[in-house]
């Protein structure tokens, strides 16, 4: 086995959220950047977990509510985030319809699933390697902000489509739920403290090393 | 050591070890010099534990003057503008957010306008603030809060997801109207590059080792 390498908890110092300065937590604030200094992110499970909660609850509503309405000439149509998917689909536009499928709806729910694994791992249901699990987490960060393209996209045909009698787009109650799924999943991801995972395996280790005769279950 | 010497990198503040921790792992290892344009790596997880930009200080301040600039360029020039039935109708950032919040939708139109414009110029105006005076070995005042607001910011600025919303809105209207791009559009991409240039152009542990060495 590789030597155990030592960890800034272990000795009381505390990674600066927000410069990066190693400083003892004792300290409180950091010296140099005055952030509050904290071993781990405070309450990271209880609020990935609540704000998870308060995603995949607006996630239905975000996909089943029309996201904008269009009236054409008395002509009023609502049209769904899958439904602008299918539109694309249909007119052969398919790179379009698959970037619309993976931002908006694959995206947010892989994240939701992906961000409730690893708080099952962080809180030690789950055993996965935690390098496996860094990809996800790193993976969940980088592509979340994606999935805001159909609000922006709500905003650009609203901002442009305005010809009175003719052709109107103005926004539906569903773009409401779906901005709020992305920035509640994007909060979860921040809260989300990854350091938890390594902790998990410390423990796992340690529980592991002091008996003579392991007893493999 | 000779090695060591020749490697160029930013000063460190006074006193012995700087320790560093992974933010991953919580690994703690003690910072040395990596050279130029490498990055230095956690031994237990392999993630980045800071990186040795080649000319940050110049890179990021230019690269985020230049990013306020184009900021400019884009509110004032028309972005794109949409002809039907003898109707004109123009795109800019503001109109973007401001028709959400005038057709009811405050609370997505404020998001629209925090994503695209308020984010944006936090980080270029206040890159170009903190990065500016660290060039001649000054901190400027207020440097360590407006610091710490970059790191706020960043996740927020959302101004390459606008452009991808931009290209599917066009395939929406393509039949349906004539479209046209302004002086805005292609300065919007522009800023796309220059943001993420300035961003990338200067590591988090460097901006902080210098604005310590500065007020020291």
Same mark, same amino acid.
């Given at each position: 086995?590789?030597?155990?390498?030592?960890?800034?908890?272990?000795?009381?110092?505390?990674?600066?959220?927000?410069?990066?300065?190693?400083?003892?937590?004792?300290?409180? +604030?950091?010296? +140099?950047?005055?952030?509050?200094?904290?071993?781990?992110?405070?309450?990271?499970?209880?609020?990935?977990?609540?704000?998870?909660?308060?995603?995949?609850?607006?996630?239905?509503?975000?996909?089943?509510?029309?996201?904008?309405?269009?009236?054409?000439?008395?002509?009023?149509?609502?049209?769904?985030?899958?439904?602008?998917?299918?539109?694309?689909? @249909?007119?052969?536009?398919?790179?379009?319809?698959?970037?619309?499928?993976?931002?908006?709806?694959?995206?947010?729910?892989?994240?939701?699933?992906?961000?409730?694994?690893?708080?099952?791992?962080?809180?030690?249901?789950?055993?996965?390697?935690? @390098?496996?699990?860094?990809?996800?987490?790193?993976?969940?960060?980088?592509?979340?902000?994606?999935?805001?393209?159909?609000?922006?996209?709500?905003?650009?045909?609203?901002?442009?489509?305005?010809?009175?009698?003719?052709?109107?787009?103005?926004?539906?109650?569903?773009?409401?739920?779906?901005?709020?799924?992305?920035?509640?999943?994007?909060?979860?991801?921040?809260?989300?403290?990854?350091?938890?995972?390594?902790? +998990?395996?410390?423990?796992?280790?340690?529980?592991?090393?002091?008996?003579?005769?392991?007893?493999?279950? | $050591?000779? @090695?060591?010497?020749?490697?160029?990198?930013?000063?460190?503040?006074?006193?012995?070890?700087?320790?560093?921790?992974?933010?991953?792992?919580?690994?703690?290892?003690?910072?040395?010099?990596?050279?130029?344009?490498?990055?230095?790596?956690?031994? *237990?997880?392999?993630?980045?534990?800071?990186?040795?930009?080649?000319?940050?200080?110049?890179?990021?301040?230019?690269?985020?003057?230049?990013?306020?600039?184009? $900021?400019?360029?884009?509110?004032?020039?028309?972005?794109?503008?949409?002809?039907?039935?003898?109707?004109?109708?123009?795109?800019?950032?503001?109109?973007?957010? *401001?028709?959400?919040?005038?057709?009811?939708?405050?609370?997505?139109?404020?998001?629209?306008?925090?994503?695209?414009?308020?984010?944006?110029?936090?980080?270029?105006?206040?890159?170009?603030?903190?990065?500016?005076?660290?060039?001649?070995?000054?901190?400027?005042?207020?440097? +360590?809060?407006?610091? *710490?607001?970059?790191?706020?910011?960043?996740?927020?600025?959302?101004?390459?997801?606008?452009?991808?919303?931009?290209?599917?809105?066009?395939?929406?209207?393509?039949?349906?109207?004539?479209?046209?791009?302004?002086?805005?559009?292609?300065?919007?991409?522009?800023?796309?590059?220059?943001?993420?240039?300035?961003?990338?152009?200067?590591? *988090?542990?460097?901006?902080?080792? @210098?604005?310590?060495?500065?007020?020291?």
């Amino acid at each position: 086995m590789t030597p155990r390498l030592p960890r800034a908890i272990d000795q009381g110092l505390a990674n600066c959220h927000v410069c990066g300065k190693v400083t003892p937590v004792v300290a409180h +604030r950091c010296p +140099r950047c005055g952030a509050g200094l904290h071993l781990r992110k405070p309450a990271s499970l209880k609020r990935t977990v609540a704000l998870l909660l308060a995603a995949a609850a607006l996630y239905l509503p975000a996909n089943m509510l029309p996201v904008m309405t269009i009236s054409e000439i008395g002509n009023v149509m609502a049209s769904t985030i899958l439904q602008g998917m299918v539109e694309f689909w @249909r007119r052969e536009a398919y790179p379009i319809a698959i970037v619309i499928f993976v931002a908006s709806i694959m995206i947010p729910i892989v994240k939701i699933v992906a961000l409730v694994w690893l708080c099952a791992a962080a809180s030690g249901k789950v055993h996965p390697s935690p @390098r496996i699990l860094g990809r996800i987490y790193w993976f969940t960060e980088l592509l979340g902000r994606w999935s805001m393209v159909d609000i922006f996209v709500v905003s650009i045909l609203v901002a442009l489509v305005q010809f009175g009698a003719y052709m109107t787009v103005a926004p539906g109650p569903g773009a409401l739920a779906f901005a709020g799924v992305v920035v509640l999943t994007m909060f979860a991801a921040m809260s989300f403290d990854p350091r938890l995972l390594w902790d +998990r395996l410390e423990i796992l280790e340690a529980s592991k090393t002091p008996q003579p005769t392991p007893n493999r279950e | $050591m000779k @090695r060591e010497a020749s490697i160029t990198t930013w000063p460190k503040p006074a006193g012995a070890p700087h320790p560093v921790a992974c933010h991953f792992c919580d690994t703690l290892h003690e910072a040395t010099a990596v050279p130029e344009g490498t990055a230095a790596r956690c031994k *237990r997880c392999g993630v980045v534990l800071y990186q040795n930009r080649p000319a940050s200080l110049v890179r990021t301040t230019a690269f985020s003057l230049a990013a306020l600039i184009l $900021m400019g360029i884009v509110n004032m020039f028309p972005f794109l503008t949409m002809e039907a039935n003898g109707i004109k109708t123009e795109l800019s950032l503001f109109r973007a957010a *401001r028709e959400l919040i005038r057709e009811g939708s405050m609370t997505i139109g404020w998001c629209v306008a925090g994503f695209t414009i308020v984010a944006p110029l936090v980080m270029a105006g206040g890159m170009l603030y903190v990065c500016g005076p660290l060039l001649r070995g000054h901190a400027a005042p207020g440097a +360590r809060h407006v610091a *710490r607001w970059l790191g706020h910011a960043e996740p927020w600025n959302m101004i390459e997801v606008f452009l991808l919303g931009v290209l599917v809105s066009l395939m929406k209207l393509g039949k349906m109207a004539d479209l046209y791009f302004g002086v805005g559009f292609w300065a919007f991409a522009a800023l796309m590059v220059c943001m993420a240039a300035a961003v990338a152009g200067i590591d *988090r542990n460097e901006l902080w080792d @210098r604005l310590e060495v500065a007020a020291e």
